[in-house]
């Protein structure tokens, strides 16, 4: 089945306490991306790739890491966790013009 | 000016009903377009894409897109309550992968 895969689907941590989300895509695209989802503020980008060992920023990418070592995988790592970085998390992938396939999502709380 | 621009809603529609929802996106070099249904706490999901001037029909669903007015629709016939939920609206404007979204339109529909 193709999908996205994402973990953990929940994660409450400390502020500071380095941690990091996983995405996985089976489909061989070359393209994936991670969101955040706030109330009110609707998707925002945080980084993306294009491609292997390319990644690029999104609109919000302060405070987050992310690397593309291989096609399948492109975590995100959230280096020193604030409160302000609680989202709801998805990650996606696509190929050429086709549409974006979502993964399930990560609620990240950090207290 | 945003580059996607959708009304937020809540559009509230009879149970049977049609439901039309509007997008209007700011760059005339776009080339796709989407739509997505999303539930609270759940990821996006793809409702229909469409990539040129004219309708687009699945189902209940159906996308209309008119390049000429810079505009993308989605009407949905025979409303049912289980349609209540957020529709994202998603336009390639960059040509590179690359998604711009608007807010998304929160639909109820009414039993």
């Known amino acids: 089945e193709a999908q996205v895969t994402q973990n953990p689907r929940y994660l409450i941590t400390v502020t500071g306490k380095k941690l990091t989300v996983t995405c996985s895509q089976n489909?061989?695209?070359?393209?994936m991306s991670w969101y955040r989802q706030d109330p009110g503020l609707g998707l925002r980008q945080i980084y993306y790739?294009?491609?292997?060992?390319?990644?690029d920023k999104g609109d919000v990418p302060e405070g987050y890491k992310v690397s593309r070592k291989e096609k399948r995988n492109f975590p995100l790592i959230l280096e020193s966790p604030s409160p302000n970085q609680t989202s709801l998390y998805f990650c996606a992938s696509s190929q050429g013009d086709s549409p974006l396939h979502f993964g399930n999502g990560t609620r990240l709380t950090v207290t | 000016q945003k580059e996607v621009e959708q009304n937020s809603g809540p559009l509230s529609v009879p149970e049977g009903a049609i439901a039309s929802l509007n997008c209007t996106y700011s760059?005339?070099?776009?080339?796709?377009f989407f739509w997505y249904r999303q539930y609270s706490g759940k990821s996006p999901e793809l409702i229909m894409s469409i990539y040129s001037n004219g309708d687009k029909e699945d189902g209940r669903f159906t996308a209309q897109l008119n390049k000429a007015s810079q505009y993308v629709s989605l009407l949905i016939r025979d409303s049912q309550p289980s349609d209540s939920a957020t529709y994202l609206c998603?336009?390639?404007?960059?040509?590179?992968?690359?998604?711009?979204w608007g807010a998304g339109t929160k639909l109820i529909i009414k039993p």
């Open positions: 489909m061989n695209h070359e393209y």
């Open positions: 790739s294009m491609n292997v060992e390319v990644t």
């Open positions: 998603a336009v390639n404007i960059r040509g590179n992968y690359q998604l711009i």
């Open positions: 760059d005339r070099g776009s080339q796709s």
